[in-house]
Structures are given as C-alpha cells and as structure tokens.
Nanobody, 120 residues
Framework: QVQLVESGGGLVQPGGSLRLSCAFS????????VAWYRQAPGQERESERE???????????NYGDSLKGRSTISRDNPKNTVYLQLDNLKPEDTAVYYC??????????WGQGTQVTVSS
C-alpha cells in the first residue's frame, strides 16, 4: 500500500520561500510520476485542484502556469521523496498543497496535504 506524507508547509511572508517534501512509502517509488497540486480556500472539490508541478520517473518536469518560474520540483529516489521549492511567494499562493503519485498499472495516490499561508 502506498502512503504519501507532505511536510514543510507553514506561514510565510510575501516574498518568502518554503520547501515542501512528499515522503513516499511503498514499493517501486521510482516508477511513479509525482506531482504537486494545490487547492485554494473555498474550493471544495478534488477536481478543482490546480497542478503546480510534476516530475516523471525519468526526471522530466512540467509546471503549471500559476507558479511557473517561482517553483522547482525535484526527486530523490534513494530517499523516496519529492521536493517542491517555492520562492517569491504571494498571498494568492495560499492553499493546501497536495502530493500525488500515479503510475498506470500501480495506481493513483494522494497525500493529506500541507497548508501554505502567505501573509504579512
């Protein structure tokens, strides 16, 4: 069974930075594409989550428009962990950030999320 645990969220001032971590437990981590999504306040449905960034099993990356240029995704396969570096944060980046791992034969999994609040 796969479990994803996000960490690293918190309160940060505008212009600040955070590094989020997604720790994967289970088998075959390096087969999965892992992505970060976010869900802004007031958005209730999982379908409203917005892609922030993704990284494939061969380290190809893709970024959503909202944080492009201000975010960097990376993965450390020996540590079964994916990181999301967030820079120059803005109040509109306030959201719950979720980790997702997907592989076409092994399944689609979500973590519980980590809150990021950008406020002075």
């Amino acid at each position: 069974q796969v479990q994803l645990v996000e960490s690293g969220g918190g309160l940060v001032q505008p212009g600040g930075s955070l590094r989020l971590s997604c720790a994967f437990s289970g088998r075959l981590f390096n087969w999965y594409t892992v992505a970060w999504y976010r869900q802004a306040p007031g958005q209730e449905r999982e379908s409203e989550r917005e892609l922030v960034a993704s990284i494939t099993n061969d380290f190809a990356t893709n970024y959503g428009d909202s944080l492009k240029g201000r975010s960097t995704i990376s993965r450390d396969n020996p540590k079964n962990t994916v990181y999301l570096q967030l820079d120059n944060l803005k109040p509109e980046d306030t959201a719950v950030y979720y980790c997702n791992a997907i592989e076409q034969y092994l399944g689609n999994y979500w973590g519980q999320g980590t809150q990021v609040t950008v406020s002075s």
